[in-house]
Structure formats: C-alpha cells, structure tokens
C-alpha cells in the first residue's frame, strides 16, 4: 500500500511539474517576442547573463534561462555542458555542488 501511495505522489509532482514547466515556458516565449521585437540587445545581454551566472554558478531566474534558451538553444547548451563538466569534475566542491543541485 505505501509504495502505490508513493507512487501516486510522484506522478502528481511529476504532472504539476510539468504543468508549471508549460506556463513558464508560454510566459517565457510571450516575453521573448516582445524583447525580440522592441529590445533585441536586452535578449543576447540574458545569454551573457545566463553565461556568467553558470561560469560563476550564482543563482539566476529560470525565466531569464529560458528566455535565453529561446534565443541561441545552442549556446545555452554549450554553456549548460560546460557547467557540468566544472561542478562534476573531480574534486567537487561543496559551493558548486549544491548551487548545481538547487539552480541546475
């Protein structure tokens, strides 16, 4: 009975998930339109933000990450993969660790 329960659990944080993921995501390609259209420079001053933040990894807002990602996927790729690489090399640092844990 407690595994189906858990179970039942996970797929209800799975769909809200998933569903917050969605109207960020709709929110996110609203605001990427107009910067598109009224501020092209404030979109490629996110990427470097997003850049810093993860070359740094300091906090960020995930709508500027993916607002970022809606601009250039493939860089915001390449600097994704290249945190990773950083905070899971050996040795770990503690710091690095628990940002990528919490913002990653």
Request: charged fraction near 35%; aromatic fraction near 0%.
């Given at each position: 009975m407690g595994a189906s329960?858990?179970?039942e659990k996970?797929?209800?944080?799975v769909l809200f998930a998933k569903g917050k993921l969605?109207?960020?995501l709709q929110s996110a390609t609203q605001r990427y339109e107009y910067l598109k259209e009224h501020s092209p420079?404030?979109?490629k001053t996110m990427i470097e933000s997003v850049a810093d933040s993860f070359s740094t990894c300091s906090p960020f807002l995930e709508s500027t990450l993916l607002i970022a990602w809606l601009?250039?996927?493939d860089k915001c790729k390449e600097i994704v993969v290249?945190?990773?690489?950083?905070?899971?090399r050996a040795p770990i640092k503690e710091d690095e660790y628990d940002w990528f844990k919490q913002y990653v």
């Open positions: 329960e858990s179970s996970l797929g209800q944080r969605e109207r960020d420079q404030t979109l601009t250039d996927a290249n945190a990773c690489k950083k905070v899971l």
